[in-house]
Nanobody
C-alpha cells in the first residue's frame, strides 16, 4: 500500500505560480508512474500531468501544456508539479496518484488532495 501526501496548495492571484509536492511512503519509489489530477467543484476529476518511473517520460493535458511542469526526485520519493501562469480555471483540488499500470491515466493509489484557488 503506497501512501501519498500532497502539499503546497493555496490561494494565488491569476498569473502567479505554485509548486505542489507529493511525498510517497513506498520504499521502492522509482518503478511507480506518478500522476497529477484535479477536480473542480461540480466537475469530474481530470488528468493534469504524468511522469513515468525510471525513464521520466512526461505527459500533459492540453489545458496546462506550456504552463505546468511535472518532475520527480526518486531519492526523495517525491513528485512535484510546478504551476506557472495560473488561471482562475485552474482552481481545483489537486490529487497525486501512483501506479504501475501501462496507461498514463490509470493509477492504483491516491492522495487526499490539496486545494488550489486562483483568484481573478
Amino acid at each position: 500500500q503506497v501512501q501519498l501526501v500532497e502539499s503546497g496548495g493555496g490561494l494565488v492571484q491569476a498569473g502567479g505560480s505554485l509548486r505542489l509536492s507529493c511525498a510517497a511512503s513506498e520504499r521502492t519509489f522509482s518503478p511507480y508512474n506518478m500522476g497529477w489530477f484535479r477536480q473542480a467543484p461540480g466537475k469530474e476529476r481530470e488528468f493534469v500531468a504524468a511522469i513515468r518511473g525510471s525513464a521520466s517520460i512526461t505527459a500533459y493535458a492540453n489545458s496546462v501544456k506550456g504552463r505546468f511542469t511535472i518532475s520527480r526526485d526518486n531519492a526523495k520519493k517525491a513528485v512535484y508539479l510546478q504551476m506557472n501562469s495560473l488561471k482562475p480555471e485552474d482552481t481545483a483540488v489537486y490529487y497525486c496518484a501512483a501506479g504501475t499500470q501501462s496507461s498514463t491515466y490509470e493509477y492504483d493509489y491516491w492522495g487526499q488532495g490539496t486545494q488550489v484557488t486562483v483568484s481573478s
